[in-house]
Structure formats: structure tokens, C-alpha cells
């Protein structure tokens, strides 16, 4: 089966500095892929490249095998890539609603309503009125999820859900996964907890400064590989 | 004797009103000041001006005249804003607010000259057919204006509009939107020049309005802009940055300080109006309202 989302040496830079060197990764359709690494590894930058946040040559990256490298965010949204980024960023002056309306900007029909939503993470319903600021980290997680999930895209990007949430929480956000891969989403999360990482996907990709240092079935990975990937002992 | 002063400053002030909404607008969705604000009221009261001349003959008298001129004038010049946004603009925004400040003084200058160059520097009004002079009774043995309470009334609806704009529709929201996080609202779909585009548009559309009340009410020359861009700005501070009302009840306030000077001592209005903003800067340099858009 050949890939939905395909990378292929793809570089970026930070104006002079390069944050990823070469990156060849691949995510089939309905799948979920998970990318691990330590901090500075690349994970967000990669993420930003493939939503237009960061520029990337056009053959680098691409999607429906069509080049999708270089385009503005607004285009590739559109196309059907949607990004949860990292620290959620949620529109401080709108509330939980409009957060989620505007995640429906790109104007792609599908499955994800409001209503849907809601039904997802039913305390978003009571809190909808309220500013977005005001709600906990795990709420506002879920809000940033949403947002990204209205737009009806084909792969959802998740940059470290678990960022500063307590573990009680992150477990009720990846709770959610099984209902949002139902419809056949394809996932690639970043996550910093390895376990965590390799139970909720099925192929995990390892990231060391700015390389791919390991690829492989979650299942199939053991510690020590992941270990030495990690820290490039 | 003080309900007329008070009368007649938020009647002054309800025009600064319709100055300051366009650049409170502009500023809360792209932080960007713009130093020609003023100019581009004056280049608007000078496009209704010409366009009377020129269409005179084709028009109605009486007050009908500058009202179907102010009609043709605003969906020009919202297209006029969002050009300016779109192609000229955009290009000066940045972490940096020096090259947007730099871009606008320099179209304030081109503007100023230009105006000088075509119609000399006779101050000029437009004619509204007595609506000037016309006043209304109130008990009390006060007068006001008629023109100027339209004014008022017509600075409350714009500011009642904007800010339904603002927290009610869909274009309110990605304004809201791209002022919070710019790159996630592009993230989202959004393309955020034309959205800055839409915004600098609507503000003209304020800007014209202005333009041609300043005229009727009063008189216009090509030198006014920095002053009127000045009182604009005292509005905005005095109100308190990214709230509309705010902004309103900035330029009331300024009008109301104005006024007691004047009356106090003809040379002394626009100096305690200063002298108002100043404190305020002081004592408050947040503003009496402040507020994120919204």
C-alpha cells in the first residue's frame, strides 16, 4: 500500500540553523504513527514543515502523491492536513465555541460538527460560551483537538498532547483516539512518554537531531533499541 | 450653563468618535498604527468636495446633494482600504513596528502635498443646505445642533455596529482570531492579508464617513490630518486599547474636556483636551476600558 503522507529527505531551517536533516517518513492510511525523541530531536519542526509553518522544498513533502512542500498553511489545510499544535495556541480572545468554528475556516465538509464534538468531549458543550483562557489544560487540550478535527481532515497531526497535563488527564485525551481513528483518520502524534507512544500507534519513528535514528512496528521495538535511538548511545 | 458644556463636548466628542473607530479597528486587528489617519479623512472630505463640484449638475439640491456623494464615496473607499491593506501595507507589517510607521508618515506627507497642490489651502466645507445651521430646543433654554446630533448618533450606531461586528459574525471572529495568533489563524484556513485587507477597508469606510461630517459641520484644509489623527489617538488611549465603547467614551471624554476649556478660555480647549490625555497616560496608561478586542 503506498504512503497517504510521504516525506522525503526533507530539510528546514530556522534562518541559518537546520533543524532537520534528510527526514524519510511515511504514514499509510489509517494509521497512527507516533514520533518520539528528545527535546530539540526535530518532532515540532517536523510537524510545522508538513503543515506549511515551516518552508520545505515542494518534492520534499508529499501528500495524495501530490508535491504539498512550500505551500501556505491555509492551502494545506484545505488539501485535508490538520495540525494540533504544540502548547495548543487556542485564540485567547474567543471562546471555546468560536475556537472551534474558526477550526471550520477552511470551509472541508465531513463528519466533524459541532455536535460531534460535543458528544466527543461533553464538557466542552457546558463550557462553550465561556473564554477559552478559562479552562484547565486537559479542557484546553481537548478544545485544540477539536478545533483541528472541524476541519475534516484526511491526516491529523498531534504535537505533544501531554504537554504540562497530569497523567490522569492525558490518559482521558488519548481516550478519545479510538472514537476519532474510527472513520478511518490517519494520526502521526509526537509524544515525549515512549510507553505511551508505542501503545496508541502502530509504527513508531525515533527523531535525533534532526534524523530518523530508528523506525519500526510498536510492538516490534524494544527498549534498548529505542533507548540507543534516543540518546544515540 | 454646564449642561451646555456638557451638551456640547459629547456633540464634539461624537465626531472624534467617528475619527477614532477606524484606527481603534486597525490597531486591534494588526497592531499597526496608522500616522495617516488623519490625512485620509481630509483626502476623503476633499474627494466628497470635488465630487459635489463635479456632479453638480446631475444632482438634487439641498441636503440630498452630499448624502448621495457620501453614498458613492464609501464603497470607494472601502475598496481604496483594502487595496492600500493589500498591496501596500501588508508588505510593512512585521515584528517591527518602525517600517508600517515610516510607510503611513510618508503617505501623510504625499497627501498633505498633493491636496495642496490641487485645491490650495483655502479651508473649504461642504455645503448641507442649513442642516449646519439648523438647532434643536431643549428644555432648559439649551440649543443644540442638528448636525451635530446626527453626528452623535450616527458614532453611537458605528461603534454599536463594529462591535457587533466584532463579537457576533464569522468575519468578527477571524479579526479576533488573527490579532491572537496570526500563524494558527493561518493554520485554520485563513489567509490573513485579506482578512488585514478587510479590516483596513472597513476602517475607511469610517474614514469617509468622517471625512464628509467633518466637512459639513465644519470646515476642512489639506494641513488638518495631524490634528484629527492626533484627537483619534487621544480617543483610543484615553479609552483604553481594543474595545470600541472604550474608544467611544475616549473621544466623548476628550469633546467634554475640550469643550470646559474652550469655555473656560477660547485658546485653552484643545490644550486641557492634551492635558486630559496626558493624565490619563499617566495615571492610567492602560485606559479607562481596556480590553482585548472582544
Not at chain 1, 510545522?48 to 520534499?60: D, E, H, W
Request: hydrophobic share 55%; with cysteine; net charge neutral.
Amino acid at each position: 500500500m503506498s504512503a497517504l503522507l510521504e516525506t522525503a529527505g526533507l530539510t528546514a531551517f530556522y534562518g541559518d540553523a537546520q533543524a532537520l536533516f534528510g527526514i524519510d517518513f511515511e504514514l499509510r492510511a489509517g494509521e497512527v504513527a507516533a514520533i518520539i525523541g528528545a527535546n530539540g530531536a526535530g518532532k515540532s519542526t517536523f510537524m510545522k514543515a508538513i503543515t506549511g509553518l515551516v518552508k520545505a522544498a515542494p518534492a520534499q513533502i508529499r501528500f495524495d502523491n501530490v508535491a504539498i512542500g512550500g505551500l501556505a498553511p491555509a492551502q494545506i489545510v484545505r488539501r485535508g492536513i490538520a495540525l494540533v499544535p504544540e502548547g495548543r495556541r487556542l485564540f485567547a480572545s474567543l471562546s471555546v465555541e468560536e475556537n472551534l468554528r474558526m477550526g471550520g475556516a477552511s470551509g472541508r465538509r465531513g463528519p466533524w460538527q459541532l455536535e460531534r464534538l460535543y458528544r466527543l468531549f461533553p464538557i466542552l458543550a457546558e463550557k462553550r460560551g465561556q473564554p477559552s483562557t478559562s479552562l484547565s489544560g486537559g479542557q484546553q487540550q481537548m478544545v485544540a483537538i477539536g478545533r483541528a478535527l472541524m476541519s475534516n481532515p484526511r491526516v491529523l497531526l498531534c504535537d505533544e498532547l501531554s504537554l504540562g497535563l497530569a497523567p490522569i488527564v492525558v490518559k482521558e485525551i488519548y481516550e478519545a483516539m479510538p472514537a476519532i481513528c474510527a472513520e478511518g483518520m490517519t494520526v502521526a502524534i509526537v509524544e515525549q512518554d515512549v510507553a505511551l507512544a508505542q501503545r496508541v500507534s502502530q509504527r513508531v519513528y525515533c527523531f535525533q537531531e534532526g534524523r530518523v535514528s530508528l523506525r519500526g512496528a510498536s510492538t516490534e521495538l524494544t527498549r534498548a533499541q529505542i533507548s540507543a535511538a534516543y540518546f544515540g548511545t | 450653563m454646564m449642561l451646555d458644556v456638557l451638551l456640547q463636548g459629547l456633540l464634539l466628542g461624537g465626531l472624534y468618535g467617528l475619527f477614532a473607530l477606524g484606527l481603534s479597528l486597525v490597531f486591534g486587528v494588526m497592531r499597526l498604527t496608522n500616522t495617516a489617519h488623519g490625512d485620509f479623512i481630509v483626502l476623503a472630505a476633499f474627494a466628497a468636495i470635488a465630487g459635489l463640484a463635479v456632479l453638480a449638475p446631475m444632482l438634487p439640491a439641498g441636503i440630498a446633494a452630499p448624502l448621495l456623494v457620501a453614498a458613492l464615496l464609501l464603497p470607494v473607499s472601502f475598496g481604496f482600504g483594502y487595496a492600500l491593506q493589500r498591496w501596500v501595507l501588508n508588505g510593512t507589517l512585521g515584528r517591527d513596528p518602525l517600517p508600517s510607521l515610516v510607510v503611513t508618515f510618508g503617505l501623510s506627507i504625499v497627501i498633505q502635498n498633493l491636496l495642496l497642490e490641487t485645491f490650495s489651502a483655502d479651508p473649504r466645507s461642504i455645503d448641507s443646505a442649513g442642516l449646519s445651521t439648523a438647532s434643536l430646543a431643549l428644555p432648559g433654554g439649551v440649543a443644540v445642533g442638528a448636525l451635530p446630533v446626527a453626528i452623535l448618533a450616527f458614532a453611537v450606531a458605528a461603534t454599536a455596529a463594529l462591535q457587533w461586528l466584532f463579537g457576533r459574525t464569522s468575519i468578527g471572529r477571524s479579526f479576533r482570531a488573527v490579532s491572537d495568533d496570526r500563524e494558527i489563524a493561518e493554520l485554520m484556513g485563513l489567509d490573513a492579508r485579506k482578512v488585514y485587507a478587510l479590516a483596513t477597508a472597513i476602517a475607511f469606510v469610517l474614514i469617509a464617513a468622517a471625512g464628509v461630517l467633518q466637512a459639513m459641520r465644519t470646515t476642512v484644509s489639506p494641513a488638518d490630518g495631524p490634528a484629527l489623527l492626533l484627537f483619534a489617538f487621544e480617543a483610543v488611549i484615553i479609552g483604553g486599547m481594543g474595545s470600541f465603547w472604550g474608544t467611544l467614551v475616549g473621544a466623548l471624554l476628550l469633546g467634554v474636556t475640550q469643550q470646559i476649556g474652550f469655555r473656560l478660555d477660547p485658546g485653552w480647549g484643545i490644550w486641557l483636551g492634551h492635558l486630559a490625555f496626558l493624565a490619563v497616560l499617566v495615571v492610567r496608561p492602560q485606559g479607562l476600558f481596556p480590553k482585548t478586542v472582544g
